[in-house]
Structure formats: structure tokens, C-alpha cells
């Protein structure tokens, strides 16, 4: 079926000290989807990359997209406290109604 | 972006008992809503995509008579979670999408005892 994997699962860092995220899709995407949701929450909508090799960029945080459309990664420099959360990489497969297919998340604890 | 109403934020019920959760399409006409349930410290599982007017197409491993999925208008889709028990006890959120991008309700906690 259609997977999207994502790594690490936790990852704790210092203050000022840089976060990297990874997704993987075992087939093809159409896109795919970055999503914050903070304790409590829901998941907000960060970016959407569709071109290969697309690397977007807001402020801090740097998105890049696989060549083959089948992985993608999230890039935070020097984080801060705000940038607690779980962050989600959602992938969408072409055919259907467009539905997202989660990775399991990767939740950032940022320490002062 | 689109705003998606969710309804109830949270509710807890009885096991055994019914529970509908709502979402509404408030300034955006979905054809399509999504359906997911999140486990705590889990990732969003994708149960079901609900379409405006036919049936709900269910996920694998999702039982299609114990989560009713009722889409009949473009404005409203609910989930119907019949029979709880306390193992249904999950955060339920909905989304939609407006053109390729997600907008999500603020979900439901749902705690059966």
C-alpha cells in the first residue's frame, strides 16, 4: 500500500542548534505536504513542494524535494523555543479524491 | 485558506453509546472531506474519505458500519462512531482540501469510559 516513512521519531536539541526531518515514499509522489501541529492542536499546513528537486524556503526552515519525487526533507536552522512540535510530512499519490498519506512525525523538543 | 468547523472539540461517552462528530465547510464548498484518527504521540491515520452525496470510501482496517461516514450536503460531513468502546478512545480530525492543500477542523477528542 501506500507509505510514507519519516525519521527520526523524537529529536531533542539546544537552542541555536540545528533539526533535520526525513521523509520517504515508496512510490512516486504527486507532491508532498509539510505540517506543524503543536501539543494539543492540529496540524497547520506549512508547504507543498510538486516540482523535483524543489527546495523552498521559509525564513529558517529550508524544504527540499527528491529528484525522484519520492523523498523530502525538512531543515530548521538554529532553532528556538517556537519551533516545538511535531512536524509532519504528508504525501499525496496521484489518482483518487487527493487524500494525504501521513509519516508518523517527527516530534521536536527544543531545550533553552 | 479554507475554514473547517469541527464539532464537538471534545466529548466523552458511555461505552456502548453513539457519538457524531461534525465538520462544516464554512466558507468553501467540499465535495471531499477526509476523515483521520490520531492515537496520543501518533500520526495521523487516514480512516476514510467522505464524498458529497455517495458513500464514503473507508481505508483498509476501518470498519465502514461502526464509523458512519455521512456527507449530504457540500457544507457538512459527519462521523458517526456507533458502538464505542473505550478502545475508539482517539483524537478524530477532519479536513479538507482546497486544491491540493489541506485545511483541517480543530478535531475531536473523543474518551469512551
Known amino acids: 500500500g501506500q507509505q510514507v516513512m519519516q525519521i527520526p521519531q523524537y529529536q531533542h536539541v539546544q537552542e541555536g542548534e540545528d533539526f533535520t526531518t526525513y521523509c520517504n515514499s515508496s512510490t512516486t509522489l504527486s507532491n508532498i505536504q509539510w505540517y506543524k501541529q503543536r501539543p494539543g492542536g492540529h496540524p497547520v499546513f506549512l508547504i507543498q513542494?510538486?516540482?523535483?528537486?524543489e527546495v523552498k524556503k521559509q525564513k529558517r526552515l529550508t524544504f527540499q524535494f527528491g529528484e525522484a519525487k519520492k523523498n523530502s526533507s525538512l531543515h530548521i536552522t538554529a532553532t528556538q523555543t517556537t519551533d516545538v512540535g511535531t512536524y509532519f510530512c504528508?504525501?499525496?499519490?496521484?489518482?483518487?479524491?487527493?487524500?494525504?498519506?501521513f509519516g508518523a512525525g517527527t516530534r521536536l523538543a527544543v531545550h533553552p | 485558506g479554507a475554514v473547517v468547523s469541527q464539532h464537538p472539540s471534545w466529548v466523552i461517552c458511555k461505552s456502548g453509546t453513539s457519538v457524531k462528530i461534525e465538520c462544516r465547510s464554512l466558507d468553501f464548498q467540499a465535495t471531499t472531506m477526509f476523515w483521520y484518527r490520531q492515537f496520543p504521540k501518533q500520526s495521523l491515520m487516514l480512516m476514510a474519505t467522505s464524498n458529497e452525496g455517495s458513500k464514503a470510501t473507508y481505508e483498509q482496517g476501518v470498519e465502514k458500519d461502526k464509523f458512519l461516514i455521512n456527507h449530504a450536503s457540500l457544507t457538512l460531513s459527519t462521523l458517526t462512531v456507533t458502538s464505542a468502546h473505550p478502545e475508539d478512545s482517539s483524537f478524530y480530525i477532519c479536513?479538507?482540501?482546497?486544491?491540493?492543500?489541506?485545511?483541517f477542523g480543530q478535531g475531536t477528542r473523543l474518551t469512551v469510559v
Open positions: 513542494l510538486v516540482k523535483s528537486g
Open positions: 479536513s479538507e482540501n482546497m486544491g491540493t492543500e489541506a485545511f
Open positions: 504528508a504525501g499525496m499519490f496521484s489518482g483518487g479524491y487527493n487524500k494525504l498519506i
